[in-house]
């Protein structure tokens, strides 16, 4: 009940906070969520290691625009391009990236997941892609987490019948866009960390894999980079 008050509050306020951010919300996008936020300090660990002039990071199934602004933000030279498939979420996420002054340095565009990028030559070109894809079962957003899609568009929780069907187009489609060496970065359900290590195990197009683990010890994002073969 109380995440439901917390986003029916953020919607009636038009805006939320991540990462230090304030980000501009409607209901056509999922409100960020404070457990992104892991996401999105991996993300920059990852930036920093690197040491890259110019950072490009790809975005994938933006929401809001949330990880692509706060990378944007504290990864200052970073060329970034996010994702989304619906109309609500490319609206909203156009309008964070005006409301932060990045147009310059953040494109959105709007497609079924790489397909966005359709045309534009950025094969083997990303240093970095983030993914906080939707991961709740298509039976569980029927049963105890029904309540969720009550206020949210039910796009950005469904995920097929086991949680993963996003994790598994991505996996399988972003060493086309990654050159090699580069990284892949997942937010994932709890539980679900060791099922997405074993799919990027199983697609050979990985190496040195983990996952990351919040305060509670509980593995929240996940990690891979692309092979010297890929």
Known sequence: MSEEISVAEAYSKGRTTFMGLELLIAPGALVPRP???????TALDVLSQMNLPAPRVVDMCCGAGNLAC???HFAPTA???????TDG??????????HHGMADRVSVLQGDLFSAFSGLE?????????????????????????HLTELEPREAFAAGPYGLSIHMRVIKDAPRYLRRGGVLLFEVGL???????????????????????NEAGEGRVVVGHTTSQA
């Open 191 to 213: 539980g679900q960390d060791r099922q997405v290590i074993s799919l990027l195990e199983r697609s050979k197009a990985y190496e040195n894999i983990r996952a990351v683990t």
């Open 122 to 146: 950025l094969d083997g070109t990303m240093d970095v892609i983030v993914c906080n894809p939707p991961y709740i079962s298509e039976k569980r957003l029927e049963g105890d987490r029904a």
């Open 79 to 85: 060329r970034v391009w996010a994702s989304d498939l």
């Open 35 to 41: 457990e992104t936020e892991l996401l999105g300090t």
């Open 89 to 98: 979420c490319v609206e909203v996420a156009r309008r964070n990236v005006a």
């Open 70 to 72: 706060a990378i944007a």
